[in-house]
């Protein structure tokens, strides 16, 4: 069945570090995918999004492309900020044979950035 | 610019009891969410509504029953609450059920 796959945190970093944090997708046929980010005590909110494979979604420094030949969605920044602290979510939304859309999270990767 | 407003944002409930978790969007979309997150776990479906009118089960939805009240508002409910069912509750929306969902700041719920 579909799923992401998120890399195991937590990761921390030193302030200005570059980072990397993984997710590969399985799914039929053409999904979006989306990062997440989420703070202490709120919510998920969109962090980016890629609709079609090569596509680059950024924003606040953050970028990841739509690799469809790897099945990867991998989130990068060059130099964090001790506000990047915050877990960050993987997702995909894929179209079913009965014509509705299925949602799917990873499980989410905990950044902590070190002064 | 509330976006989604999900109420109560804490709560402790004993075994058995009942309870209606609300959430409201003012940006109006179409469809909407219940979600819980538990450690580990990531985020887990538990029904959606793709428009007024419909609502349909998520992965988990054994335990709630939900009510789209109208385009605004969505609820879930935990009929006889059991400690299983404690965790945070998050709702989202979106314009559409394969766009970018936003969500509310959760609701703690805890049963003892």
């Known amino acids: 069945g579909d799923s992401v796959t998120q890399m195991e945190g937590p990761v921390t970093l030193s302030e200005e570090a570059f980072l990397t944090i993984n997710c590969t997708y399985t799914a039929t046929g053409y999904p979006s995918l989306f990062w997440y980010v989420q703070y202490p005590g709120e919510g998920l909110q969109l962090l980016l999004k890629?609709?079609?494979?090569?596509d680059k979604g950024s924003n606040k420094g953050f970028e990841a492309t739509y690799r469809k030949e790897t099945t990867s969605f991998h989130l990068e920044k060059g130099s964090v900020q001790v506000s990047d602290s915050a877990v960050y979510f993987c997702?995909?939304?894929?179209?079913?044979?009965?014509?509705?859309?299925?949602?799917?999270f990873g499980t989410g990767t905990r950044l902590k950035v070190l002064a | 610019n509330a976006g989604v407003t999900q109420t109560p944002k804490f709560q402790v409930l004993k075994t058995g009891q009942s309870m209606t978790l609300q959430c409201a969007q003012d940006?109006?979309?179409?469809?909407m969410y219940w979600y819980r997150q538990d450690p580990g776990m990531g985020l887990r479906l538990i029904y959606y509504s793709a428009s007024e009118g419909t609502t349909d089960k998520g992965e988990v939805p054994n335990g709630y029953n939900v009510s789209r009240l109208n385009k605004r508002e969505f609820s879930l409910r935990l009929e006889s609450a059991a400690p299983s069912q404690t965790s945070v509750y998050f709702c989202?929306?979106?314009?559409?059920?394969?766009?970018?969902?936003?969500f509310g700041d959760g609701t703690r719920l805890s049963i003892l």
């Open positions: 989202a929306s979106s314009e559409w059920t394969g766009a970018a969902q936003h």
């Open positions: 940006m109006n979309h179409n469809s």
């Open positions: 890629a609709t079609k494979a090569d």
């Open positions: 997702a995909l939304v894929t179209s079913t044979t009965s014509g509705t859309y299925k949602y799917i």
